[in-house]
Nanobody, 120 residues
């Protein structure tokens, strides 16, 4: 029932920007923090950004701090990730994530991901 659908990825040149979206359904979106992860081939999945339930608090990986901005629109059940000043090392599949407890067991839900490729 929980569904996360990412979009907005594509090909960008170094220094350009992309805006990713994640539309959520199947849970009360406004009551949960959201996260963005990314994973490049052969690399471990990396936490990129988090945003609390109201959007008042955000955090970022050091590798993207100052370049990426996470935001959310609770009326639209959507979380965004603005990627500015893109670098080749930002190339990865970007995933939207939510975590919550079901019968005391922590569950993780993921979208299918959206590919970001940064290349000249």
């Amino acid at each position: 029932q929980v569904r996360l659908v990412e979009s907005g990825g594509g090909l960008a040149q170094p220094g350009e920007s992309l805006r990713l979206s994640c539309v959520a359904s199947g849970f009360d979106f406004k009551h949960f923090a959201m996260r963005w992860y990314r994973q490049a081939p052969g690399k471990e999945r990396e936490l990129v950004a988090t945003i609390d339930k109201t959007g008042s608090s955000t955090s970022y990986a050091d590798s993207v701090k100052g370049r990426f901005i996470v935001s959310r629109d609770n009326a639209e059940n959507t979380v965004y990730l603005q990627l500015d000043s893109l670098k080749p090392e930002d190339t990865a599949v970007y995933y939207c994530n939510v975590e919550f407890y079901l019968r005391t067991y922590l569950q993780e839900y993921w979208g299918r991901g959206t590919q970001v490729t940064v290349s000249s």
